[in-house]
Each structure stands twice: as C-alpha cells, then as structure tokens.
C-alpha cells in the first residue's frame, strides 16, 4: 500500500461495536508507520456497569467517553505527522449518546448536559482529513462481540446494536466533515481495494 503523506493530520475510522475498527487501524499504522490512538474501552470503570443497566450507568459512561476522546483529539493536535484514530468524539455523541437518549435510557436532563458538552468541546476540534466507514451486518457484528470475549460486551442486546447501526447510517449519509470512504468490513479483498484508491486519490 503506497504511503501516506497527510502532515499534521489525521485519519478516522469509524463504525459500530465489533466492525472491525481497532484491526483496520493497527493495520495501516504497522504498513505506514504512522501512531495509533485507540478507545479506552478497558479504562472506562462504567461499562459494565452500563450493559447491566444503562438507564442508571449512560450518562457516566458516555460523559467519560467523551472526555477521553477530548484528550485524544487533543494529542492529535501536537502531532508532527498522520495518525489514526480509533472512533471519534463526533460517533460518542452523535451515535451513541444520541440512542441512548431517544429509546429513554439517558433522561431529557442528562442528554441535554451532555450535548452542551459535546458541542463546547467539539468548536476546539480539527476535524479528520479521511474518515473511514466501516459497514457490517448485525449478524456478523454479534459472532465477532462472541468471538473476542470480551465480558462487558456479551450481554448487549441485538436491538441496542441495530439502534446503533440505525444512526450510524443516518450520521455517514449526511457526513460532510471530511473525505469519506466507506468499506464493507465482511469482504476485505473489495475493502483492500477501495482503501487502496481512496487513499491514493
């Protein structure tokens, strides 16, 4: 894969739980050398919590969430070449937040904090100079969350999941942040090739 060159930028992959982020990102950065940033999915101290019981545990959750992905944007900021960020504070707000305030698991109060929030922080953010759309049916995203195993994810509803898909669908449709590619995650030869030409475009 032909190096990249975008100085001073940064490079978003985006997608649902399990579609295959953190394996893209590792990826590009080990060909091209480039610093990976990834969710702080371990250090987040709710998230058990939170898939036992999210109407008590959404707002501490995402709120840490979009603290940690402040400080990531934030490092973004200082570095010298491209890096590659696994998910975005634009998806933590837009996406999961936003699910969770709608289907009543996050109250009118909370949300509308946390969106105050969202927005102060996002007016300090550059946004990224490729955002990367990684699609993939609820079918295959629950065989892979059964797969790795990790013990917070294995109780996650299929319709939390689908809510999830369902913005996200929404969100990249109307996404005019950036250059976009989207990529089917379930054929990686065809994904190959449209990384390959989005990349080089």
């Known amino acids: 894969m ?15 739980i399990a579609s295959g ?9 080990k060909e091209n050398g480039l610093q990976p940033y990834y969710e702080a999915n371990d250090l987040n101290p709710y998230l058990t919590d939170f898939y036992e019981n999210m109407n008590q545990w959404s707002f501490h959750s995402q709120t840490f969430f979009l603290i940690q992905k402040f400080k990531i944007h934030q490092q973004l ?19 999961f937040a936003k699910r969770l305030y709608v289907t009543g698991k996050m ?23 490729l955002m ?3 699609r993939c049916p609820i079918e295959e995203l629950e065989r892979r969350i059964v797969l790795r195993g990790r013990p917070s994810e294995q109780s996650i509803p299929r319709e939390y999941l689908q809510g999830l898909q369902d ?13 976009l590619i989207v990529l089917d995650s379930t ?15």
């Open 21 to 29: 982020k953190t394996s893209l990102v590792t990826r590009l950065a």
């Open 107 to 129: 109250s009118a109060r909370d949300y509308a904090l946390y969106r105050d929030f969202y927005l102060t922080l996002r007016k300090t953010l550059k946004p990224p100079k």
């Open 2 to 16: 032909r190096k990249l060159m975008f100085n001073h930028q940064y490079i978003a992959v985006a997608g649902n």
């Open 187 to 201: 054929k990686p030869a065809e994904s190959e090739a449209a990384l390959c030409l989005g990349l080089i475009s």
């Open 167 to 179: 913005l996200y669908e929404e969100w990249i449709l109307d996404y005019q942040e950036s250059e």
């Open 132 to 134: 990367i759309y990684l």
């Open 77 to 95: 900021e200082n570095t010298k070449n491209i890096a590659l960020l696994d998910r975005t504070l634009y998806e933590d707000a837009e996406i």
